[in-house]
């Protein structure tokens, strides 16, 4: 069967069903309500309470009386009562008239009550002559767009769940099921859609979300097979004790990076080849970490690659190299605005193994370039590259050591998957000297005295970061554009400063030369969206001001606000809340009070689900449709053990086609790879 051989679905509906990411039966059945609506409780008038919905039966105390006016719009009215108090029902642009209701006939309407002037009224309730239909069941909630209804998609569900009813197959192993008490996957479908009671939505849920799980991490665990290589590695045992290394750097460790380095030191020098995931908030420190890391390498005749998502970032850490190693070893950078007598001179350098230590951008992993040792690779924020990338890059050594490092804070469950296959360390600490920056949300009657607070700081010899969610004005949202902020700022208050705008739609080289005037302190106000999240150290910068704060997830406003305060210089953010709603409110109370980027990203997590944390597909992650389970560290804990049980028996799936057929959809669903 194929979407257009269900009822009353045209290619017109078809091509709205796409705008879903609706494309197959399969796609529909596995499109889950939003929501729940529970029509079964009945209540009495005189308990319906403002803004509330509810469920009531009714006699009618009036004929109903239909009033038109212009444009051929109209409005019936009639009242009713229950016994215990009346209320007026209004049905808008519905010819309800024609329909023949005698005064003291019942019926059922599901509706939301609203007081005017001490009366009852319900505005366009769902009217039945009895609880069936629409009434009187758990009436699931659809996610809808322009020309399908929610009454649409659960009546071509429903012939979905008739048709192939009894096709549906179990796809999680037996003993998981007992194990976590699960329901079947035929049940679970039809009480996802179509509910007995509440109590069957949420053991279908369970059993949904304990399979989407299952699966995701099934995927991880190919997606690891298939490009990371296991086993030996390089064991650098011979040179390079660490003391000699921290002994020349101009400044002390932080307990926190001592430990994380004696934990990469222990990986180095062990035959086990090392996956390492360094987490660590902006500032912390991680850098200097993966220098250490490179000089081991180095001092036991290997080469060693820094590998930085933007240019600016990789001239940064090409620059502090210089510093820490002054001549003692041979250092290249390579970024793509070099010329080709420069780049053609690092790859000569690179493949007789005269330079030992490569910065770079993407660049690090064109085809040309050749390591005559490579034995250690690090890879800074790692969610901006690949898996490919990284394959790609993994493939130039012989079993290269890897370090990878993150400032984005990844709840501790998330990370049990996600990083399934590599050691984690936490730099929790933050160096001497770093400030707390202080955070302070407002409303945008606050402009101008933030403004002007902003130009004092600059007067001082500090710059300013000024960041807006969206480039261009647009209406619809109602949003502070970065060039219409630029505009009205640069002429008005700015006019006497040097300003800048950055947007991710800018050139490449654009926009590396704007951030690399801010960092030498050209510019004293840097107006941008968010491209600077993954930015260079400016130490002078010890302002940040984010209008619309609320359009920012948790863990974003946190990375953006750990651009200023990297220095002994007091730093502040203040953040317009713009729109403020129950939940952004609560948003903001979170960033206001805490400075700790697990708890942050935790938080975020909880309140915006794993899609909307990582960002739409920069991570490659599924937007799982139930992140909440991934909350749950003990149901967890036992799906990952089955995954793997399941694996070790059986690793390429050869004996499990039903289980190898949904792992192959649940890839091409949501990350577009195959198997």
């Not at 979300?209 to 995701?216: A, H, I, K, N, P």
């Not at 998502?309 to 070099?338: M, N, S, V, Y």
């Not at 409110?585 to 990203?601: H, V, W």
Request: with cysteine; charged share 25%.
């Amino acid at each position: 069967m194929s979407l257009l051989q269900l009822k009353g679905l045209g290619p017109i509906k078809k091509k709205n069903l796409e705008k879903l990411s609706i494309f197959t039966i399969q796609d529909l059945l596995g499109y889950f309500p939003k929501s729940y609506e529970d029509r079964t409780q009945l209540i009495h008038l005189g308990e319906a309470r403002d803004n509330i919905f509810g469920l009531f039966r009714v006699l009618l105390t009036s004929h109903p009386k239909t009033y038109r006016f212009k444009h051929k719009q109209s409005v019936t009215s009639f009242n009713a009562t229950d016994g215990s108090s009346f209320c007026k029902i209004s049905i808008f642009h519905h010819s309800f008239g024609k329909i023949d209701y005698q005064i003291g006939e019942e019926i059922y309407f599901y509706g939301k009550a609203k007081f005017e002037n001490h009366r009852l009224i319900f505005q366009n309730p769902i009217i039945e002559k009895g609880l069936y239909g629409e009434l009187g069941r758990i009436y699931p909630i659809y996610g809808l767009t322009e020309g399908i209804s929610n009454k649409d998609i659960q009546q071509w569900i429903k012939e979905i769940l008739v048709y192939y009813g009894n096709q549906i197959r179990e796809n999680l192993p037996v003993e998981m099921l007992q194990e976590l008490n699960l329901i079947d996957r035929k049940t679970a479908l039809n009480n996802i859609h179509f509910p007995l009671n509440i109590e069957m939505a949420e053991k279908a849920k369970k059993r949904l979300s304990s399979e989407e799980l299952f699966y995701f991490q099934l995927a991880i665990e190919q997606t690891i097979k298939d490009h990371i290589l296991f086993g030996n590695g390089v064991s650098f045992s011979t040179q390079g004790d660490k003391n000699e290394f921290i002994k020349n750097i101009p400044y002390d460790l932080t307990n926190a990076q001592k430990k994380v380095l004696d934990e990469i030191w222990q990986d180095m020098e062990s035959s086990k080849r090392m996956n390492r995931l360094i987490q660590g908030d902006v500032g912390s420190g991680k850098t200097i970490l993966a220098f250490a890391a490179a000089w081991k390498a180095i001092q036991n005749g290997y080469q060693a690659t820094i590998m930085a998502p933007t240019e600016i970032l990789a001239k940064q850490h090409f620059e502090t190299a210089r510093e820490i190693f002054k001549d003692t070893i041979q250092l290249q950078l390579l970024i793509g605005l070099q010329n080709e007598k420069e780049k053609n001179s690092t790859y000569k350098g690179l493949q007789n193994g005269d330079i030992k230590l490569l910065i770079a951008t993407h660049t690090a992993i064109q085809e040309k370039i050749e390591f005559a040792k490579l034995g250690l690779i690090v890879i800074d924020e790692q969610h901006r590259f690949g898996v490919k990338q990284r394959k790609a890059l993994f493939q130039k050594g012989i079993v290269p050591d890897m370090i990878i490092m993150s400032a984005t804070p990844i709840p501790r469950t998330l990370g049990m998957i996600l990083y399934s296959d590599m050691d984690i360390s936490v730099i929790d600490e933050m160096p001497p000297g770093r400030q707390v920056v202080n955070t302070y949300v407002v409303g945008i009657a606050m402009e101008e005295r933030v403004i002007n607070f902003a130009c004092k700081e600059v007067d001082k010899g500090g710059q300013v970061y000024v960041i807006c969610p969206l480039i261009e004005e647009s209406e619809k949202l109602n949003l502070n554009a970065a060039q219409e902020v630029f505009h009205r700022l640069s002429t008005g208050y700015f006019k006497n400063y040097v300003s800048a705008l950055i947007h991710g739609k800018m050139k490449a080289d654009e926009k590396e030369k704007i951030m690399e005037s801010f960092f030498k302190g050209e510019i004293d106000i840097l107006i941008s969206t968010t491209v600077i999240e993954v930015g260079v150290n400016v130490p002078n910068a010890n302002l940040m001001i984010v209008y619309n704060a609320e359009r920012f997830g948790l863990a974003q406003l946190h990375q953006l606000r750990g651009r200023v305060g990297r220095s002994s210089n007091k730093a502040n953010c203040i953040l317009f809340h713009m729109n403020p709603s129950e939940k952004s409110t609560e948003r903001m109370r979170i960033i206001k009070s805490t400075n700790d980027g697990f708890l942050i990203a935790k938080m975020d997590m909880e309140l915006r689900g794993i899609g909307d944390f990582f960002g739409t597909r920069q991570s490659g992650l599924p937007e799982l449709k139930f992140a909440d389970v991934l909350l749950d560290e003990e149901r967890l804990n036992r799906i990952r053990c089955y995954v793997k049980i399941l694996l070790e028996k059986d690793p390429n799936l050869l004996g499990n086609d039903i289980i190898k057929e949904n792992l192959h959809y649940f890839l091409s669903k949501n990350t577009g790879m195959t198997m």
